[in-house]
């Protein structure tokens, strides 16, 4: 069974602090890893996608994969009220008819 | 603009009754999924299709069934409902191999008496 954990917390940080998530997953062939943010009551949206390992930075947001430790972070930096929400770690291994497998979600929460 | 549609927000049914959910998508995606999402289990996957007339089961089948006739609509299937089927159904659609953004509708919420 190919698992992807995160903490589910709730993550509780300051307005302007960095927010750190992380997630592990089993499955060695996993090649794609994406971070999904989900607002209560909303459907996920994504926000980060990453392919290679090291970082990848778009605004705010910085996700860092780790193959060999089969660990992807992501970061918040400047971390504001609206972005108190649930974040999904999602893995796939992009083989033909294979789907998304998706973490528990960690529950963030920016206090101002 | 991209969009997923699924039909109903919110259903309430009684227990033994057939359940339909619609999905369709606009973007001529070939792969469409159907998660359930419920509090401290997260997104779990009932069935996905990766082309018309064909499906694949997900880690949590049982109970449940699919049809996709045409591209653009995936349908989920309840044959005989249950309680514990009450859930936040969500459908979702992909472009090809699942290395890109998956597009989510906006889910069902269905409650099972």
């Known amino acids: 069974q190919k698992e992807v954990e995160q903490n589910s917390g709730p993550l509780s940080v300051p307005e302007g602090a960095i927010a750190s998530l992380n997630c592990t997953y089993s499955d060695r062939g996993s090649q794609s890893f994406f971070w999904y943010r989900q607002y209560s009551g909303k459907s996920p949206e994504l926000i980060m996608s990453?392919?290679?390992?090291g970082d990848k930075e778009d605004g705010r947001f910085t996700a860092q994969l780790n193959k060999a430790s089969q660990y992807v972070s992501l970061l918040i930096r400047d971390s504001q009220p609206s972005d108190s929400a649930t974040y999904l770690c999602?893995?796939?291994?992009?083989?033909?008819?294979?789907?998304?497998?998706f973490g528990k979600g960690t529950t963030l929460s920016v206090s101002s | 603009d991209v969009k997923v549609t699924q039909s109903s927000r919110y259903l309430v049914k009684r227990t033994g009754e057939k359940v339909f959910l619609e999905c369709v998508q606009d973007m001529d995606h070939e792969n469409m999924f159907w998660y359930r999402q419920d509090p401290g289990l997260g997104l779990r996957l009932i069935y996905f299709s990766y082309d018309v007339k064909m499906k694949e089961k997900g880690d949590i089948p049982e109970g449940y069934s699919v049809s996709r006739e045409k591209k653009e609509r995936f349908s989920l299937i309840l044959e005989s409902a249950s309680t514990s089927q009450t859930s936040m159904y969500l459908c979702a659609s992909i472009e090809g191999l699942p290395t890109g953004e998956l597009f989510f509708g906006e889910g069902s919420r269905l409650t099972v008496l």
């Open positions: 999602a893995v796939n291994s992009n083989q033909a008819g294979t789907a998304l497998i």
């Open positions: 990453i392919y290679s390992n």
